[in-house]
């Protein structure tokens, strides 16, 4: 698992892309198999590989027309109360709660970075009533993987990190470089860039706020990175994931910007 999240840590949300003939064939099929991905990632206590897996139900979901949209997110929600049943059901009728709150808030074509703050924390749910069911242990290389995951909106240090399996920096630098295949602050990074990804994508955020949402305190240095990482300053891949993914006419997203979500 640990292999696998970082081996994901590089994917970036995926912008909607229009179906071709084979992609088309089978859509429910497809469905039925991320979802059970999504449970298993869930019940392995997984969290990058439970994100990666929304985030390709809501690729999908956000390639249909808008109108379309609130149905399949309705069911993705749908999906996660029966997964939070099955795995966890102390949190079961919490998720069906918030659940029923948020479609009745909902305009007819939802925010695709509202809805995955909302679904992401249904998992999230998920994931801390499992915690509370199984037996205490030792936090272990997943543990940290999953707490990376929950702090999107801070960059976290090697010292943390260490601090937070009692190890020393250095021992833990060598054992995640072992583990993952990549050094701890790239694989940190790329997460955090993956977040910006969606934000510049599906949110009106300026550069700046993105930068800030991620936790660059200096547009400047996101900059740089970002263009290190995507061959693009971060305004020129907005522009292009837009022009070549997004369907024309397609609703910008400010729900980060609504919805408290940019933090300095």
């Not at 242990?137 to 010292?159: C, G, H, M, P």
């Not at 995507?230 to 729900?255: H, I, K, Q, V, W």
Request: some cysteine.
């Amino acid at each position: 698992m640990v292999a696998e999240a970082a081996a994901a840590a590089r994917r970036s949300p995926t912008p909607p892309r229009a179906p071709t003939p084979e992609s088309s064939a089978g859509p429910e099929r497809r469905r039925q198999r991320s979802v059970q991905a999504l449970r298993d990632d869930c019940d392995e206590g997984d969290l990058p590989a439970a994100f990666d897996d929304l985030d390709g139900l809501l690729d999908a979901v956000w390639r249909l027309p808008g109108p379309d949209r609130g149905a399949e997110v309705a069911r993705l929600e749908d999906s996660l109360v029966e997964i939070a049943d099955a795995l966890s059901p102390g949190q079961a009728d919490r998720l069906r709660y918030l659940a029923a709150t948020e479609r009745a808030k909902r305009p007819g074509q939802p925010s695709r970075f509202q809805v995955q703050t909302e679904l992401e924390a249904m998992v999230i749910a998920v994931f801390d009533g499992l915690e509370r069911l199984r037996p205490k242990r030792y936090r272990d290389f997943q543990d940290l993987l999953n707490v990376i995951e929950r702090r999107w909106t801070k960059a976290f240090s090697l010292t943390e990190a260490a601090a937070f399996l009692s190890l020393t920096p250095g021992h833990l630098s060598k054992k995640f470089k072992a583990a993952t295949g990549h050094s701890f602050v790239s694989y940190v990074m790329a997460r955090r860039l993956r977040r910006a990804r969606l934000l510049l994508v599906y949110t009106d955020l300026p550069v700046l706020k993105v930068a800030a949402a991620v936790d660059f305190r200096q547009a400047n240095y996101f900059a740089r990175v970002f263009r290190a990482e995507s061959g693009m300053s971060p305004a020129e891949y907005r522009l292009t994931a837009r022009a070549e993914f997004r369907p024309l006419g397609a609703e910008s997203d400010r729900s980060a910007e609504q919805g408290g979500q940019t933090k300095r």
